[in-house]
């Protein structure tokens, strides 16, 4: 097991993984002229359109988590510009660093700019309960499909899986919800309770009915976007089929990337999307890959180049990105310890009895 732990093992089995992909793309893949083909065909104008319709859903889901921040801490709230410039660089380290480091990353960068105390696990917080929201709207996507589209057998369990702990993850979040309050934390407690405490403090929204609804439906719409963003790239490569077509791709392609391998597990994405599209679609395999890579460079232009942008204006760089979401961040502040009086000296005593 020690042997997992080594970045360089790690590393190592990440490339094998990948380069397995390669090969099976290569050998059981279609012709790669026809990809090239594919590619040559494309319509620009609907891959503008969809890399829009990627930009709105984002702008939508960083309302969703400022909706959330607002029923979490007390004022001064973050302005949305602040909010959406760390949701950008969050996309972006999700898009270019391995894991989900994107989600501490966020937190991090909308640190820098929160005045309030314990500020970091706050935002942790906030961030789950924004994750929530998503798993929600993820189970309505998921629910469309299963009606109007034939999910393949293999992502069947992946997909129980999905809503399983979408069913729990928001039990969780009701159940630890807690109001923020002004007052100052109470002494005695320990700095891990502090942290999980304003943690809860970062859920309240889920006590918040009206708040609670008005973040999920964002996030819903935010989703909705993507949707209608993959059936513009759909049409941008000439597949014409219809809407449950774009909402199998959309549901699949979250599925190649819930444990991320490798950066963006490409190559993986584009078995899982071009097979379901030629089997239940009848669209060629080679449009179906040079489709998949289509669409996952029509994402990733959207977190790559907002995020480049708003990780310059936060003047951070890619080195920094990388070590900023570490757990010193996370440490909550302790109350000072008690202030003793000087020690009384000789001459003031005796100033002392004088004086009597």
């Known amino acids: 097991m020690r042997y997992l732990q080594s970045g360089w093992v790690r590393a190592a089995l990440m490339v094998i993984a990948a380069a397995g992909v390669v090969v099976l793309l290569w050998w059981r893949g279609p012709a790669w002229n026809g990809i090239a083909d594919a590619f040559a065909a494309v319509e620009w104008h609907w891959v503008a359109a969809a890399i829009g319709l990627n930009l709105l859903s984002v702008l939508v889901r960083a309302v969703a988590w400022r909706t959330v921040i607002k029923q979490a801490m007390p004022p001064p709230h973050p302005r949305f510009s602040l909010v959406f410039s760390a949701f950008s660089v969050g996309l972006f380290a999700n898009a270019v660093l391995p894991g989900r480091i994107g989600e501490l990353a966020r937190v991090a960068v909308l640190n820098r700019r929160m005045p309030q105390e314990g500020a970091w696990a706050t935002l942790l917080g906030t ?27 293999w992502a069947v369990t992946s997909l129980i899986a999905v809503v399983g702990a979408g069913v729990l993850l928001f039990s969780i979040a009701v159940l630890g919800a807690r109001t923020h309050r002004v ?24 006590r918040r009915p009206g708040a609670a609804i008005a973040a999920c439906l964002f996030q819903i719409l935010g989703w909705t ?19 449950p077509a774009a909402g199998l791709v959309l549901v699949l392609m979250n599925v190649a990337t819930i444990f991320p391998l490798w950066p963006g597990n490409v190559g993986l994405v584009q078995a899982a999307v071009a097979l379901p599209l030629s089997r239940y679609y009848g ?74």
């Open 127 to 153: 961030v789950f309960a924004h994750r929530v929201f998503d798993l929600i709207a993820m189970m309505a996507l998921i629910l469309y499909v299963a009606v109007t589209a034939h999910i393949p057998d």
């Open 225 to 243: 976007c993507q949707l209608f963003a993959v059936y513009t790239a759909m049409r941008a490569f000439a597949i014409d089929k219809p809407l």
């Open 283 to 356: 669209v060629a395999r080679a449009k179906g890959i040079a489709f998949g890579f289509g669409l996952q460079a029509i994402e990733a232009s959207v977190g790559i180049g907002v995020g480049l942008i708003f990780l310059a204006r936060e003047g951070l760089s890619l080195a920094m990105l990388k070590v900023m979401p570490d757990a010193a961040q996370a440490e909550v502040p302790e109350e000072l310890p008690p202030v003793e009086p000087p020690a009384e000296t000789d001459e003031a005593r005796t100033h002392a009895r004088v004086s009597g």
């Open 183 to 206: 007052a100052t934390l109470e002494e005695g407690v320990g700095a891990v309770r502090k942290a999980v405490r304003l943690a809860r403090y970062g859920l309240a929204v889920m």
